[in-house]
């Protein structure tokens, strides 16, 4: 049995804090990568691109198309639907942000990829509220798992499919847009 006090100690101390540490530089260089992508591809950085990308590499968290449109729009309302879209799938192909399936019927992007690449994901299957986290027990748990039966790990995941706070106490989350 996995002692509980210490796998509620250190693992999840760390875990909590893993979006607020990612430092700024790292998301300007990834921002910087990002546009040298297109560049290499001869895509044209446009101002609706340009309003995508700095809402992008401007946060942290976790979102969908649908809400990338409104951010971005905020900063430019010229940007389009068509343009989100299109840009999108130039992200995921950059390796900079992670196009994740939550079984849901729209997908969610994760910004945080290029500097996390193997952190775990808690979200709430109401409101889509995310935690992030990263443990090195675990990563020690699925190297040993993966190697036993015959494997190596290339990249590891793990998604908890959860309620939240809310969803326990209430049975439902207001905050869905959120
Ligand atoms: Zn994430
Ligand atoms: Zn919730």
Redesign the pocket.
Known sequence: MVDKAQSHGIDLVLAAHILIEVPDPDRAAAKEKFLHFLEQKSLRITQQRRAIVDTVFGTDQ?FTAEQLLEWARERDSSVSRATVYRTLPLLTESGLVHEMDFGKDYKIY?P?YAEHPN?N?IICKDCDKIV?FESDRLEALENEITSKLGFEVESQQLTINASCEEMKRAGACKNKED
């Open positions: 976790h994760d945080n952190h994901h992030e």
